[in-house]
């Protein structure tokens, strides 16, 4: 098959996703074509993962001036390709929008829920009704985005499947001490965009209740809200670190004691199957497709539930043989993860699907 990956600006999870999707599928070989942001092609690289060809195209997160200009080159790829997978509801209303009345199948994947603020809200829900109404299937990255798909009358609708990469070597090395920690102190590590869906308001508020504890709190990762974290931080002289953006996630991985994540919603949160591959201790608000990824390899707490978060880390924090168990548990449920070739077989599985629902089938020899 000649198929397109379409998707806007990325700021990881939904990247990574599809670099490993170009890859696993140009493996098999299929012809490869994405259509991104050129920020998002520098940052993951889809042509070294094996697209044939990356048109650069302006897709935010709002509508702009340049969205004319993208629903023509969208429409030459379309008209181009056997299947078309979008991700994300503008990339995915987007591509319908250029489809027009071309037969090609379009499959979205919606890696998002709607976004809070009514404005915002409003034009989700719209990219939300022109995808179930208009795209050959949907595919949800947590179940909450599966039924709301099927309710706003998506034809077919099921569960994406995104995992993390499995540790490929030795995590490698991390001075701590760079990062404040000092010595003979726990470590809880969170990675997460620092934006509000990721519920980091929790976090300080777990940092101050804990202040007596021997533990500090690092955060990887960047973002919008950081001026007003870093505020906080200061503010209440909190044992909280902000790194940043790193690189080097699973070096700290394994140099953490326990792994928080207060998010407010996720999906299949790469993350913590990071961490779960890791052998980390996890608490995790119970939210989106969390419970779906950890199970009982890790303590679940309802979302924004300070005392019920206070109570778990601050037992972990107490109890290391508690901790020891956990890990265990942590490692046992990342061998039951889906895998990299589990996510192709599943999206291959999709476009021979919707190719045969449409009276087509792929070229055995793609034209250039």
Not at 43 to 61: E, K, M, N, R, Y
Not at 195 to 201: D, I, S, T, V
Not at 241 to 261: H, T, W
Not at 297 to 325: F, Y
Request: charged letters at 20%; a neutral charge; glycine letters at 10%.
């Amino acid at each position: 098959m000649r198929i397109a990956m379409v998707l806007g600006s990325s700021a990881g999870g939904v990247g990574a996703h599809v670099r490993s999707l170009v890859a696993q599928l140009a493996d098999r070989g299929h012809d490869l074509v994405v259509c991104c942001p050129e920020a998002a092609e520098q940052q993951f690289g889809f042509g070294d993962a094996g697209a044939s060809l990356v048109v650069p195209v302006t897709i935010s997160d709002r509508p702009g001036r340049g969205d004319l200009t993208t629903l023509r080159v969208l429409r030459h790829v379309v008209n181009l390709c056997d299947v078309v997978h979008a991700h994300g509801a503008r990339a995915g209303a987007m591509t319908l929008v250029a489809r027009a009345d071309d037969p090609t199948p379009v499959v979205v994947t919606l890696h998002n829920t709607r976004p809070e603020g009514r404005l915002q809200g409003a034009v989700f829900a719209t990219l939300e009704r022109t995808i179930a109404l208009r795209a050959n299937a949907v595919l949800g990255v947590s179940q909450d985005l599966v039924d709301r798909a099927r309710a706003l009358g998506a034809a077919r609708v099921g569960l994406a499947v995104v995992p993390s990469r499995p540790p490929q070597g030795p995590p490698g090395h991390v001075d701590l001490g760079d990062a404040g920690v000092r010595p003979g102190r726990l470590v809880a590590l969170t990675a997460a965009r620092l934006a509000p869906q990721k519920g980091l308001a929790l976090l300080l508020d777990t940092a101050v209740a804990l202040r007596g504890l021997p533990i500090d709190f690092l955060v990887a990762g960047d973002g919008p809200q950081r001026a007003e974290l870093a505020e906080r931080v200061e503010r209440q002289s909190l044992n909280v670190r902000l790194l940043g953006r790193r690189s080097d996630v699973p070096a700290l991985l394994a140099a953490a004691d326990l792994v928080i994540s207060t998010a407010v919603w996720e999906g299949q949160p790469v993350f913590l199957q990071e961490a779960l591959h890791a052998g980390a201790p996890i608490v995790a608000t119970d939210v989106g497709g969390t419970r779906a990824v950890v199970g009982d390899g890790g303590i679940l707490v309802p979302a924004g539930d300070a005392p019920a978060m206070v109570r778990e880390v601050r037992g972990l924090v107490l109890d290391p043989e508690r901790r020891v168990g956990l890990s265990a548990r942590a490692l046992a449920r990342a061998a039951q993860l889906p895998s990299l070739r589990d996510a192709a077989d599943a999206a291959e599985h999709v476009y021979e699907e919707v190719l045969s629902q449409a009276g087509r089938s792929g070229h055995s020899t793609p034209s250039r």
